[in-house]
């Protein structure tokens, strides 16, 4: 057995709806070691709302970003300050590992560099530029054409999720924006999902077009599958709307499971 000075130990930080959680865990025996809650700054309890639109619900990217730094460097501090007798030999150069969970369908606007378009000054107070959270339900009109026309196609696209496409949902919010707002829209390179995002981030690979995208956001919200051949077919994405199809081709299909590693940690976050 190793001495108590080779421990090593996994972050976990779990992004919910209205704040980031980091936990540290003890790999020997999965034992907590420390916990610290970040709430995010922005909007109402972290959400952004407008009372002309009242399905809508976003958050800022900035809250994401400065959440992770907030909650990694709390939980690290508490952990370092294990009251004496409970001390597991704990030190950051112990920590092998970083997971993520995230909110979803939580897409985001980017520009070409993978920056969020909230992020961005000429967008800072732009809602339609911000994170777009999993219970924002402007996009239902959306959602009802998407599930219609996947019906009616041979490759059946819904099939592997219940045949019903939901607003929450990454191409109806997206197609919603592309109505409502077309200078977001247009504006954007691509659309990342938070979950996706995150590890992008923490390791410094924002490009969208080679970003890994995880399966699980892909598989349902995207309808993402191999015996299509990855993403709905250009024909299909034109047909809601011509414009989405170029947004299929920053997309990389080369999806991730969540037990494979996105990246290492980066040095700027690091």
């Known amino acids: ?63 994401y970003v400065d959440g992770f730094y907030r909650a990694v460097a709390k939980v690290i501090e508490i952990a370092q300050s294990t009251p004496p007798g409970h001390d597991r030999g704990f030190t950051p150069d112990g920590i092998v590992g970083i997971g993520v969970d995230t909110t979803g ?47 009616r196609s041979e490759d059946r696209y819904l099939s592997k999720c219940g045949e019903t496409y939901s607003s929450e949902w990454f191409w109806s919010k997206i197609l919603h924006c592309r109505r409502t707002n077309p200078r977001v829209f247009k504006a954007a390179f691509s659309w990342v999902e938070l979950a996706d995002f995150i590890p992008a981030f923490i390791t410094g690979n924002t490009d969208p077009d080679t970003l890994p995208r995880g399966i699980c956001a892909a598989g349902h919200k995207a309808m993402f599958h191999e015996s299509w051949g990855g993403l709905p077919s250009e024909a299909f994405l034109e047909s809601l709307d011509p414009d989405l199809v170029r947004l299929r081709s920053h997309y990389n299909g080369a999806t991730k499971t969540s037990d494979q590693k996105a990246g290492g940690l980066c040095a700027p976050v690091a």
């Open 1 to 63: 057995m190793s001495g108590i000075s080779d421990r090593k130990f996994t972050i976990g930080v779990d992004y919910g709806t209205n704040s980031v959680r980091a936990i540290i865990v003890d790999l020997e025996d999965g034992s907590e070691i420390a916990t610290a809650v970040s709430p995010y700054s922005g909007g109402e309890a972290g959400v952004l709302l407008d009372a002309q639109r009242p399905m809508l619900a976003r958050q800022n990217p900035r809250d």
């Open 105 to 151: 369908s939580t897409p985001i606007p980017v520009d070409e560099s993978g920056t969020p378009l909230g992020m961005i000054p000429e967008f800072e107070h732009e809602l339609d530029a911000m994170a777009w959270l999993w219970k924002d339900h402007t996009s239902f009109a959306e959602a009802a054409e998407i599930t219609e026309k996947a019906s």
